[in-house]
């Protein structure tokens, strides 16, 4: 059965990437399965179907189902939401009617087998402190998770949300200064929860997170296509350094989206694909994976543009399970370098090597194109040098940088 996506474009569904191929992608890029279940205009039996066909390892219609679509195994099924933005496009309502409707819903996604279920609630859209009192207050002891969306509009998301490209420099300014604000939802969110779980055994997940814009021209409004430029690279570099900052309490967060749609990772084109400025960012980032996080003292000047103003660095710094430590360093100012002085404080061991790459452009739109698909893409320091208990790195104007000493 075909069914319109009045969400989203208002086109077909062909259903041609569904349960089994994501599955597949998922294994084929070694990643964990995020599934949303649709609590808005779906019933608790197709919620509890849809578990089942996934991860049920024994006899059962929806299991015999899936092994007749030729999935003999049942799948690892680790995070599922129990509804998605239900305080907009998921229905409308009220935190005390979802507080309810979540309750009842999560109790049919069982565990199967040797599978556990993160079950994760719909959460607050932005600043709604109280859709996450409510929700904890009702129902914390039922969920693993709690979600957060936020996503940085230069504009107004009405009216004009603002162009991808082109822009002027204000809105570069803005949007960080935008960016910045998930530092302040993460602690208020977080001032919440721990009333009602103070062991913060309940996760904090900013599942939907990043830039967006007025779409390209020339394409589905729907679809949300838009280009990603120099810009998007530092709001992906200083929302990984906050959310790494708060990783006690948050512990996912998932930019929206992969592919083609506000800030991507790639951009397609039939069988063509570029790699974004923001895919870069999480490539450097990834040093931080499976780290611990150390504490660090950042002295940084402010950076001021017409009415924004902000600090213009932003950083995070993480030891891993070799000894490395990895400083990942964000240089708002789009005019100035800013040289750095890094003390080094009770090394467990010698550091002796260091070496570091970093991310910009000329411009502060540049972005990569099917035409040019590497004109903006990550570059090492030269002659970078580290002393006794310090160094010093000039980070070049409106870059991402990352440090790594051994």
């Known amino acids: 059965m075909k069914m319109v996506n009045t969400h989203w474009g208002g086109v077909t569904e062909n259903n041609h990437f569904g349960t089994h191929e994501f599955m597949q992608l998922c294994e084929l890029l070694e990643a964990e399965p995020y599934i949303s279940g649709n609590l808005g205009s779906g019933t608790i039996k197709e919620m509890q179907d ?60 069982r565990n199967h087998g ?35 969306h936020y996503y940085t509009i230069p504009g107004d998301f009405d009216t004009g949300k603002g162009a991808a490209t082109g822009f002027p420099t204000e809105e570069w300014a803005i949007t960080l200064k935008k960016a910045l604000r998930i530092e302040e939802l993460i602690k208020r969110h977080s001032s919440i929860m721990d009333q009602y779980d103070p062991e913060k055994r309940v996760a904090l997940i900013v599942d939907e997170w990043g830039s967006w814009y007025d779409v390209e021209p020339g394409t589905n409004p729907g679809f949300l296509y838009q280009q990603n430029t120099l810009r998007d690279a530092l709001v992906a570099g200083v929302s990984l350094n ?43 980032y990834k040093v931080h994976q499976n780290a611990n996080l150390l504490e660090f003292n950042l002295e940084t000047e402010d950076y001021k543009f017409k009415n924004s103003e902000m600090p213009a660095l932003n950083a995070s710094v993480s030891r891993n399970n070799s000894g490395e430590i990895n400083l990942t360093i964000c240089n708002l100012n789009h005019q100035d370098k800013i040289k750095i002085r890094v003390d080094l404080f009770d090394q467990e061991e010698k550091l002796t090597k260091i070496n570091g790459r970093y991310l910009t452009a000329d411009q502060l739109d540049d972005h990569n194109t099917f035409a040019e698909p590497e004109k903006i893409k990550p570059a090492a320091y030269q002659n970078l040098i580290l002393n006794e208990n310090n160094f010093i790195v000039e980070l070049p104007a409106a870059s991402v940088s990352v440090i790594t000493l051994s």
Not at 127 to 146: P, Q, R, S
Not at 244 to 252: I, L, T
Not at 260 to 273: H, P, R, S
């Open 114 to 148: 040797e599978n556990k279920i993160f079950k994760i609630a719909c959460g607050a859209n932005i600043d709604d402190y109280n859709w996450t009192e409510v929700l904890m207050k009702k129902a914390a002891d039922l969920m693993d998770g709690l979600s957060l």
């Open 242 to 284: 906050i959310f790494n900052q708060y990783a006690e309490r948050v512990k996912m967060a998932n930019i929206a989206q992969t592919a083609n749609v506000l800030q991507a990772m790639v951009l397609t084109d039939q069988e063509k694909m570029i790699l974004t400025p923001s895919y870069h960012v999480f490539e450097m």
């Open 50 to 109: 849809w578990v089942d066909y996934i991860t049920f390892p024994g006899e059962s219609p929806m299991a015999d189902w899936r092994r007749e679509n030729g999935q003999t195994e049942p799948w690892h099924l680790k995070y599922f939401g129990v509804g998605n933005e239900n305080w907009g496009c998921g229905g409308n309502m009220e935190p005390e009617y979802y507080a309810d409707q979540y309750r009842n819903y999560q109790t049919y996604v």
